[in-house]
């Protein structure tokens, strides 16, 4: 018999091969595309996070530098790649989105089917909140990315009839890391709640060795011997790693919360496009709530429903809390489309036709909430104006300016957040200074909007706008000595 050269494993049909093949390419789509120029401008929090990642030392940690060590040190690495810039300001959390979504893809496959992993997939990729952090330069996507690899690796450590040590010692890692996040602790101790006290995972891991478990455990205290050692040094950064220091129970703070997450329109939530959770994505979490509930003692609805309650509950109290629902939004999301298409194709009966009919509501429901989700998310970046402001724009134009420049400049800016972070970017241009004040001796003062008033008695050469309505003036650059 002649073999074939181009033979298909029959084990995976030519409609997984198409869905697979879409989900790669919308994920690539989402969190690549444009994605130094949209958002239009650094945060806040990108802002503060390069400043701590470019001054990261490996002795002598300070607090802030303690909190998110891993996420800082990774951007640190970028920095000394490609310099400070904003693709290397963003490239830690653009590369963690793309492993981030390609695990969840694995990881509901494992728990249901092909079908149900890549709706789920592509769901959760064209999400608000999904799009957001993986286009965030900042560490807010580090817990969900390290909580989605401690689920893969435990749960592939627990389809292996010997328990596999790598798979133990990378969940051991990913949970030792996630304590180094602002109430990453929360889900870190969860995910081992569960292990604990589900009787299915606490049977399987107790026919594990002795001997693995230990070599887990010594892992996973070396990796939290810095953060032990910063506590000991600075008791302070236990309330932080907590959240309670930024909690707020307030009514009118509880209030913007919820509609930050929840409400159509949008709310209040600085750097991020709002609801967090459109209504489509609800209705489909509240679908996974049901199932869940009616398959209660499965360990996917044992870890669901704990993590979305309390997470909950720590958003609504303090909003840095939010982005950490994006995890049991994957696993609640996996269990609601499960339940729709079980309970959907019941309707029909075993005529093949009828089924296929039965399909096409599916696919437009689907398509319509993949589309939903992606397009909100840039709507809301060119078109809502509070989110517009939130979002730095000078720094591209400043780094245009002292590029390539051998002349002495001057950084002039009344911010403490923008004097830090110039410091930083600049750190290795032996020409350019950084000030809150003008200072003589300089061939070119590049002013930024906290300090235009610095100079009131000449004219700039070049002024530098964005395409903001009010406030649309980012820099004053004059290349004459101003003594």
Sequence with gaps: MTKKIFDINPKIPLRDIFGYLLFFALLLFL????????????????????????????????????????????????????????????????????????????????????????????????????????????????????????MFATSRALRKTKHDLRWLILAGVA???????????????????????????????SKSKLWKTIVTAVVLLLLITPLIIGIVRDPSVVMQLLGISNFSFALSDIKDNALAIFWPMGGEFTGIATPLLTMSLVAFMALGVVGAVDN?????????????????????????????????????TAIGINYLLNWWFMLFPRNPYAKAIGVIPLAILFGWVILSGSTRYFETNFYDKNLAYDFYSGFDATKEAVDGNEKKILIVSKDQLEVDFYRTAFNSRANVTVSGVVKPGVDKIILLPSAFDEIKDKKPSRIVTNRLRNDSEILRVFNTPTN
């Design 31 to 150: 969190v690549l595309f444009y994605f130094t120029q949209i958002p239009t401008g650094l945060s806040a929090a990108e802002m503060t996070s390069a400043t701590i990642s470019g001054n990261l030392t490996l002795s002598g940690w300070i607090p802030d530098q303690i909190i998110d060590l891993p996420y800082q040190f990774i951007q640190w690495l970028s920095f000394n790649i490609f310099d400070v810039s904003v693709f290397s300001i963003k490239l830690p959390s653009i590369l963690m989105a793309i492993l981030t979504g390609t695990m969840v893809l694995f990881i509901v496959r494992e728990l249901y089917n092909s079908k149900v992993a890549i709706l789920t997939g592509l769901i959760v990729i064209s999400s608000v909140l999904f799009i957001s952090l993986g286009r965030t330069g900042a560490p807010l996507i580090m817990p969900i990315f390290l909580s989605i690899v401690a």
């Design 175 to 205: 949970l030792a890391l996630n304590i180094y996040s602002p109430m990453g602790i929360y889900l870190t101790v969860i995910l081992i709640g569960v292990a604990m006290f589900h009787p299915k995972v606490r049977f399987i891991l």
């Design 296 to 332: 209660f003692h499965s360990v996917r609805s044992y870890l669901s429903i704990p993590l979305f309650g309390v997470i909950l509950i720590l958003s609504l109290f303090n909003s840095n809390a939010a982005p950490l629902l994006l995890v049991p939004v994957i696993l609640l």
